[in-house]
């Protein structure tokens, strides 16, 4: 009984590997239920067995992609601290998350205007939990020094950001990362600079500006 159910989860596992492959491709509206079946090894009818549907595999698929977003944001929280890096560590965990799962970031890139209306709110509310944690980073990050004026916007902006940067990393060898890394540092800080809440001023500049105002 468990080497079967083991034989199961492991066909599973195999038809989201190779729907994973194939979407990188040409992307995941364009797969039929048979392709897909036989690159797992199984027939359609066996497909069945496992998902109800194209649209359930491509969920499961989505799921897999919002759990490794957010084990993402776990491993940058242990290594995060207010402070100059605190950026470039965050840029480099994400670039990292590229590289070692580009399929699953073709995915979430390549499918956001296409596939059905339930793919598609699928994908936003994954990307809605991403920003939504990171705005709470950000607010922690900033609240003992200069607080941001609204988290969740600034966290909007990086994401985009991000998003569209990090597309170019799939292309690119690792060792010319370095410059991206740099660059999508850059303006990530940009965007936190212009989120800042301006300091007030202090009681000796208040008072010297009164004073030449008489």
């Known amino acids: 009984m468990s080497s079967r159910t083991d034989q199961k989860a492991e066909t599973r596992r195999d038809l989201v590997n190779v729907a994973l492959k194939l979407s990188s491709e040409k992307g995941f509206a364009a797969l039929s239920l048979r392709e897909v079946a036989s690159g797992a090894g199984i027939t359609a009818a066996g497909f069945y067995r496992h998902f109800r549907d194209m649209e359930e595999l491509g969920l ?17 929280r242990k290594r995060v601290a207010p402070g100059p890096d605190a950026v470039r560590v965050s840029v ?12 699953l970031f073709r995915l979430l890139l390549g499918e956001r205007q296409g596939s059905t209306s339930t793919f598609r709110k699928a994908i936003h509310n994954e990307m809605d939990r991403f920003i939504s944690e990171l705005s709470l980073d950000l607010d ?73 105002k008489r």
């Open 140 to 212: 922690r990050l900033h609240s003992s020094t200069q607080p941001l004026h609204n988290p969740s916007l600034a966290a909007e902006a990086i994401v985009a950001i991000v998003f569209t940067v990090g597309a170019e990393a799939l292309d690119l060898p690792k060792h010319k990362q370095g410059g991206l890394a740099e660059r999508l540092t850059e303006e990530v800080k940009i965007v936190l600079r212009g989120s800042l809440v301006p300091k007030a001023p202090t009681r000796a500049r208040e008072h010297g500006f009164k004073k030449k």
């Open 92 to 103: 480099e965990a994400f670039l990292n998350f590229v590289n070692e799962n580009g399929n």
């Open 60 to 76: 499961s698929l989505l799921d897999e992609v919002g759990l490794s977003l957010r084990r993402l944001l776990r491993d940058a």
